[in-house]
């Protein structure tokens, strides 16, 4: 395997405050990062002091978006134990994404290898407050600088970590959310199903104008306006009287973690879990005749985000009275305390 060096900062920062992490505010003292040449393999692989990136400037990623990152997280458990959340799933992700953006995914055990060192490295950045972890962003760019329009022969692949708490400032509380029927974040053929930094450039202004409006997140609907996809940057769950539905992967919907998780936790309950495709028009329906219960979203740095509301066509639907409902915080509870280590780990979610 590609040999790692560690360089040490000389200048360690001083930790910010447990109570006030935020998300994705906070940067460790060390990175990681390893560099890829067509022909030469995998080089330079180091942990090394948290700094800017030195970049060609005609760099495919600037130029043809050549990005892909991918979300995980590590824990400090109350035993002390320092453990990852399903890093295998965060790679294979991560290599089917290289795969489609025409990217070099690192060799699995220079994956595993450089996250465990970096961890090391910045062992103590792990928080260990209520609702606290450390948020991993491993990130692919294509470095070869060259205008041709053509795949990078270069990767560079980088690991930064950031101390965070609850994603959302208000804690869990249901989100508003906006279905949009204007923009979409993808398409069937298009990037949807794997973490490429330009499905989130696609993002940015429906997520804009929906908080304009007063609205947390965007209910993304598919090409036809119709079919459900994802809420924000997660997948979305349904509850009704009968059967718990979130959308069939459909090739523009990114398969989450999370989601993978709720699912498996769904079927150990006995719980009628069904991935099918659902329209806004049905989910509509089912709030008007009471059969809609609950809604929320899944994804690494929230677990779950409950719905309050829904906005359609001019009109605000409520959902459970706005309040978050018992399944909701039922799976919630039941993964961060695996994730905590305060409760036993059936699935083998914990390394
Ligand atoms: N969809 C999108 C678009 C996302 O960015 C995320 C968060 N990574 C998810 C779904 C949820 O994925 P995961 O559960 O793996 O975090």
Same mark, same amino acid.
């Given at each position: 395997?590609?040999?790692?060096?560690? /360089?040490? @900062?000389?200048?360690? !920062?001083?930790?910010?405050?447990?109570? !006030?992490?935020?998300?994705?505010?906070?940067?460790?003292?060390?990175?990681?990062?390893?560099?890829?040449?067509?022909?030469?393999?995998?080089?330079?692989?180091?942990?090394?002091?948290?700094?800017?990136?030195?970049?060609?400037?005609?760099?495919?990623?600037?130029?043809?978006?050549?990005?892909? $990152?991918?979300?995980?997280?590590? $824990?400090?458990?109350?035993?002390?134990?320092?453990?990852? $959340?399903?890093?295998?799933?965060?790679?294979?992700?991560?290599?089917?994404?290289?795969?489609?953006?025409?990217?070099?995914?690192?060799?699995?055990?220079?994956?595993?290898?450089?996250? !465990?060192?970096?961890?090391?490295? %910045?062992?103590?950045?792990?928080?260990?407050?209520?609702?606290?972890?450390?948020?991993?962003?491993?990130?692919?760019?294509?470095?070869?600088?060259?205008?041709?329009?053509?795949?990078?022969?270069?990767?560079? $692949?980088?690991? #930064?970590?950031?101390?965070?708490?609850?994603?959302?400032?208000?804690?869990? !509380?249901?989100?508003?959310?906006?279905?949009?029927? *204007?923009?979409?974040?993808?398409?069937?053929?298009?990037?949807?199903?794997?973490?490429?930094?330009?499905?989130?450039?696609?993002?940015?202004?429906?997520?804009?104008?929906?908080?304009?409006?007063?609205?947390? +997140?965007? =209910?993304?609907? %598919?090409?036809?306006?119709?079919?459900?996809?994802?809420?924000?940057?997660?997948?979305?769950?349904?509850?009704?009287?009968?059967?718990?539905? @979130?959308?069939?992967?459909?090739?523009?919907? =990114?398969?989450?973690?999370?989601?993978?998780?709720?699912?498996?936790?769904?079927?150990?309950?006995?719980?009628? #879990?069904?991935?099918?495709?659902?329209?806004? /028009?049905?989910?509509?329906?089912?709030?008007?005749?009471?059969?809609?219960?609950?809604?929320?979203?899944?994804?690494?740095?929230?677990?779950?985000?409950?719905?309050?509301?829904?906005?359609? +066509?001019?009109?605000?639907?409520?959902?459970?009275?706005?309040?978050?409902?018992?399944?909701? /915080?039922?799976?919630?509870?039941?993964?961060?305390?695996?994730?905590?280590? *305060?409760?036993?780990?059936?699935?083998?979610?914990? @390394?």
């Amino acid at each position: 395997m590609t040999k790692i060096n560690t /360089t040490l @900062t000389k200048n360690p !920062k001083n930790l910010p405050p447990s109570d !006030k992490l935020g998300f994705g505010q906070y940067f460790t003292d060390h990175m990681f990062v390893a560099k890829y040449r067509e022909g030469q393999g995998w080089y330079d692989a180091e942990i090394l002091p948290y700094s800017p990136l030195a970049l060609d400037p005609a760099a495919s990623v600037f130029h043809y978006g050549q990005a892909l $990152f991918e979300g995980m997280k590590a $824990f400090r458990q109350d035993s002390g134990e320092i453990v990852f $959340f399903r890093p295998e799933f965060n790679y294979d992700r991560l290599c089917e994404g290289a795969a489609r953006l025409c990217l070099e995914a690192p060799p699995k055990e220079l994956f595993m290898e450089g996250l !465990k060192k970096l961890v090391e490295a %910045d062992e103590r950045w792990i928080p260990n407050g209520p609702n606290t972890s450390l948020y991993i962003r491993p990130t692919l760019i294509g470095s070869e600088g060259f205008l041709g329009v053509r795949p990078s022969h270069e990767t560079i $692949f980088f690991i #930064i970590l950031s101390p965070v708490g609850s994603y959302y400032a208000e804690g869990a !509380k249901p989100v508003r959310i906006w279905a949009e029927e *204007t923009y979409l974040r993808a398409a069937p053929g298009g990037l949807g199903a794997v973490k490429a930094g330009a499905n989130y450039a696609s993002s940015l202004k429906a997520a804009l104008a929906a908080r304009q409006k007063g609205y947390a +997140q965007v =209910l993304w609907l %598919d090409v036809e306006h119709q079919g459900i996809e994802e809420v924000g940057t997660m997948n979305v769950f349904f509850v009704m009287d009968k059967e718990i539905v @979130t959308p069939a992967l459909n090739g523009s919907i =990114l398969a989450g973690g999370t989601r993978g998780s709720v699912i498996q936790y769904l079927k150990s309950k006995n719980l009628p #879990i069904v991935e099918r495709k659902i329209t806004i /028009t049905e989910v509509i329906e089912k709030i008007k005749s009471g059969e809609l219960k609950e809604a929320f979203g899944t994804g690494t740095a929230a677990v779950v985000s409950p719905i309050g509301v829904i906005h359609y +066509q001019g009109k605000d639907w409520d959902i459970n009275k706005g309040e978050t409902g018992p399944l909701s /915080t039922q799976i919630f509870t039941e993964i961060t305390s695996i994730q905590r280590g *305060t409760k036993a780990d059936p699935f083998n979610w914990i @390394t």
